[in-house]
Each structure stands twice: as C-alpha cells, then as structure tokens.
C-alpha cells in the first residue's frame, strides 16, 4: 500500500517508494567523467538522515553501460533504478514510462519530474512540455492518489526556451495542486551557473550537472521532500 504521507508522515518501518524521471540529467551515465546525477547525492543526503528508501524504475543503467557509480555509504550500495532518457523529448519520456509500467511496480510515493531541456529549441513548449507533463501527473495519480509530485525547474538561466517553459510548468502546478496530492516546483535554476568556463561552474558542458552541480540539485529536491517525512525515520537497511 502506498504511504499515507499527508496524514502521518513516513511511518516508522516503511519505505518510500521514488521515482525519477527525466532526460539525461536524471540517466547520467557518460564513462568518462563523473557524471554520477542527482540521484546520487540525493541518496547519501536520504541515507544521512536515517530515510529508508527504494528508487524505483524500470532502467538501472546509464548511457554508457560500463559506467559505474560509487557506494552511497560504506556498506550502501548506490540503487540505480531510474527512468532517465538520455537526449529524449518530454512526450517521448512520458510515452516510455507509461509503456514500462507493470501490475509489478511499485507505487511511487514521490515523483521528482526533471523534463524539457530536449524541449528548448522546438517551440511549441504548451503542446510540447506542458500538456504530456499535465497527462502524466493524472496517470501517476492513478498509480498513488497521495503521490507527492514534484516538478523540477531546468537549470538554465541563459536559455530562451527554459525561460518561455518556466512559467508553464509553475501554472501547471498551481492548476494541479491538491490537498491529497501535492504538486511543487523545484527551482534549480537559482544560484546555478551552466557556463562551465566561469568561476565555479555547475554543469559540464552547459547542460550536464558536474559533481558540484549535482550536489546542488540534490540539496533543491531533498529540500522538498523531507517537509514529508515524520520524525521517526529508519535508515535504509
């Protein structure tokens, strides 16, 4: 049974169940560089604050398959599963996801939803973006009526079509927001700096997150969620 996260938190002995879903800045992957993502740091900041919790997805690899990731904690294996796509499009996201659910996956409990940076050059962002992101959010709901969804701003700031889909995304999640449900933005874009010829640069290459750029993301969704948690977590074991 899902968890009931708006009525008591995350009660002592459960697990959460969460679901990342994006491009390749969910995927990550690329052999030759630490390209490790979010969900890495975002574990070790989940297990540090003694969380019990299960990634869930129907891919465990990144772009490159020899690409490995480290251990989360001495004795704590990185949990690779994720729906990460490497270069695709929000609506091709959403139809591979959807595709890959089965009667056996797990319902999610948080779904952090990082999507439209293949977006950027098509225009188009309300049929592109916003609407597959909006079918998504009512299919999730039919997997967890309480999931707790949360929708990533792209971290971009010199980006003509970050900024045009930004304003869809937030209005999306204030037409969507419920009560049962929440769905919250998360602003990666602040205080980030995509132009990796600067001073302290966040991304690779403009786009993908290096370690200090992931350690960034992971701090911005972790913020987000724990306001959820109870104050009587369990480390994952």
């Keep these: ?124 962002f309300q049929t592109n973006v916003q609407e597959p992101l909006r079918n998504f959010i009512q299919f999730l709901r039919t997997k967890n009526p309480e999931v707790v969804i949360l929708l990533g701003h792209l971290n971009f700031n010199d980006s003509e079509g970050a900024a045009a889909i930004r304003p869809l995304v937030q209005s999306l999640a204030e037409e969507l927001d419920s009560a049962e449900s929440p769905l919250r933005t998360v602003a990666h874009y602040q205080n980030w700096q995509e132009n990796p010829d600067k001073p302290n640069p966040d991304t690779f290459d403009w786009a993908h997150p290096n370690p200090r750029g992931q350690e960034k993301m992971a701090d911005q969704w972790f913020s987000a969620m724990k306001i959820y948690f109870s104050d009587n977590p369990v480390r994952q074991s």
């Design 1 to 124: 049974m899902p968890l009931s996260l708006l009525s008591a938190g995350i009660a002592k002995n459960q697990t959460i169940q969460i679901l990342c879903v994006g491009d390749s800045i969910t995927q990550g992957g690329k052999e030759e560089r630490e390209e490790y993502t979010y969900r890495y740091p975002l574990q070790q900041k989940l297990h540090a604050a003694g969380i019990s919790y299960n990634f869930i997805g129907s891919r465990q690899k990144g772009l490159h398959p020899e690409a490995t990731w480290p251990a989360v904690a001495p004795g704590v294996s990185f949990d690779p599963d994720h729906e990460g796509y490497y270069g695709m499009k929000t609506a091709d996201v959403v139809r591979k996801v959807e595709a890959a659910w089965t009667d056996s996956t797990p319902s999610p409990d948080f779904v952090l939803i990082h999507l439209g940076t293949n977006d950027q050059k098509h225009g188009e």
